[in-house]
């Protein structure tokens, strides 16, 4: 059996993203056994984080798995340590295998510090695949470096960490088999927050061609597509197979190919399987017409990465649209009925008073239904936390991955303080909801 582990979360979480389920389906396509804990075990008398990592280390070690996969993001970077520690100690044999954006930035630094074995870089369906397929051949497992000739993995040998040859993200991804959904706890999810009926997600491509300064794109640079056929496919099979009727599009950019999301939204419409939907975009790559089509094939929703309302702050950080266009876009989508939640972020390179100024006011006033604003968080990984005197910051750095930048003009107590103001001029604007106005702070701090 094969443990692969996201999130976790206590009931009722109500999404989750793809990976896990990608690296099941393809792990189940080749005669394999995987299990997905994406929920704790049933805890009512406890929210304490490590008690449940307890739970669920003793739930997993008692199917005595081969290999235990674990996605960890730098948020979550101390919990994944623990779990890691706690597994084991109950699995001295098993394999751990650590996946997701942190392992693929700090693989070196996660292998000398802590219980994992291997990091998978990247794209991890082959890379798991071949991993799994070598322990059940037994195929030199335990001889001298036996993980050498498998692309994309570091681990460690000898004390030396050694790293594997990159492996090409998948080309084709309509080869890959439809996510392993039914492996996920759905029974006990809780209904998608926008749509209000129960969700999953679901993604129409794969990478990212913008190099924004403040984002890992583990996934590469080159744009793989998926064929909108096969996208409202598997949107129907979720449908009739498991209720499914409410999708989060996981791409990184609704509309960044304005050809193919129009013939995704046109082949919705014309098979219509009953469903609703939301996704995320940016700047102009929305216009009237696209927006219109995608209301019309059930979209609901639209997250906006607006991220600045200052030209020169987006041009710093290599955001790719201008304030304008973030404005363009949220106009098309609002004009369609579509509801738009517009995220901002203060403390961005480049970031002075004014510049804040300016990302509040161009909040207020953009049409947006939904405001979130918080202080930017650099992550390992990110061309910011790399070369930080490129973009003229400061970076502090936390024990735990935890850091954050000051500007050449703000401090970060003049960071926090502008963001402060900030939430207050914008919950006396109407926006009110606490949890989209954030102003986070370090306990080290």
């Known amino acids: 059996m094969i443990a692969l582990i996201a999130g976790p979360a206590k009931p009722r979480r109500s999404m989750q993203g793809l990976?896990?389920?990608?690296?099941?389906?393809?792990?189940?396509?080749?005669?394999?056994?995987?299990?997905?804990?994406?929920?704790?075990?049933?805890?009512?008398?406890?929210?304490?984080?490590?008690?449940?990592?307890?739970?669920?280390?003793?739930?997993?070690?008692?199917?005595?798995p081969e290999i235990v996969g674990i996605t960890i993001h730098t948020p979550d970077y101390v919990s994944r340590v623990r779990l890691a520690r706690l597994l084991r100690e109950r699995l001295p044999h098993t394999l751990l295998v650590a996946g997701g954006h942190h392992p693929s930035a700090e693989p070196e630094h996660l292998l000398r510090n802590s219980?994992?074995?291997?990091?998978?870089?990247?794209?991890?369906?082959?890379?798991?695949?071949?991993?799994?397929?070598?322990?059940?051949?037994?195929?030199?497992?335990?001889?001298d470096d036996w993980l050498r000739d498998i692309k994309g993995v570091v681990y460690e040998r000898e004390s030396q960490v050694m790293r594997t040859k990159s492996r090409t993200p998948v080309d084709d991804l309509d080869s890959l088999p439809f996510p392993a959904h039914h492996l996920l706890g759905l029974e006990n999810y809780a209904a998608h927050p926008s749509?209000?009926?129960?969700?999953?997600?679901?993604?129409t491509y794969r990478g990212c061609p913008m190099r924004c300064a403040f984002c890992l794109n583990p996934q590469s640079?080159?744009?793989?597509?998926?064929?909108?056929?096969?996208?409202?496919?598997?949107?129907?099979?979720?449908?009739?197979?498991?209720?499914?009727?409410?999708?989060?599009?996981?791409?990184?950019?609704?509309?960044?190919?304005?050809?193919?999301?129009?013939a995704l939204c046109e082949e919705i419409i014309e098979q219509r399987p009953d469903v609703f939907w939301d996704?995320?975009?940016?700047?102009d790559l929305v216009d009237a017409e696209l927006a219109t089509k995608m209301k019309a094939a059930g979209c609901i929703s639209v997250g906006f990465g607006a991220e600045s309302g200052d030209d020169q702050v987006l041009q710093m950080v290599k955001r790719g649209f201008t304030a304008a266009q973030n404005q363009a876009g949220i106009d098309a989508l609002r004009g369609s009925g579509l509801?738009?939640?517009?995220?901002?972020m203060v403390g961005l390179p480049g970031e002075s008073k004014e510049s804040v100024r300016r990302t509040i006011d161009f909040a207020a006033r953009c049409g947006a239904d939904k405001i979130h604003l918080s202080v930017y968080r650099p992550y390992p990984g990110t061309a910011v936390w790399t070369d930080p005197e490129s973009f003229g910051v400061r970076l502090t750095k936390g024990e735990n991955f935890e850091a954050y930048i000051e500007t050449e003009?703000?401090?970060?107590?003049?960071?926090?303080?502008?963001v402060q103001r900030g939430i207050e001029e914008l919950k006396q604007a109407g926006f009110v909801k606490v949890e989209t106005l954030r102003c986070d702070q370090y306990e080290w701090e």
């Open 19 to 64: 990976g896990l389920p990608y690296l099941a389906a393809v792990l189940e396509e080749a005669g394999f056994k995987p299990e997905i804990y994406d929920l704790y075990p049933s805890s009512p008398d406890t929210d304490d984080p490590a008690v449940l990592d307890e739970l669920l280390a003793d739930a997993i070690a008692e199917k005595q």
């Open 115 to 143: 219980d994992f074995d291997v990091c998978v870089i990247g794209e991890g369906e082959r890379t798991l695949l071949q991993i799994a397929e070598r322990l059940a051949a037994d195929a030199g497992v335990g001889a």
């Open 195 to 203: 749509h209000g009926i129960k969700g999953t997600s679901i993604i």
């Open 221 to 262: 640079h080159r744009v793989r597509r998926r064929s909108p056929a096969l996208v409202v496919k598997e949107m129907t099979w979720l449908v009739k197979g498991l209720g499914i009727r409410g999708f989060s599009f996981h791409d990184n950019l609704f509309g960044l190919s304005r050809k193919h999301a129009l």
């Open 279 to 283: 996704c995320w975009t940016a700047g």
């Open 339 to 344: 509801i738009v939640d517009a995220f901002f």
């Open 409 to 418: 003009s703000l401090s970060r107590t003049e960071i926090l303080e502008s």
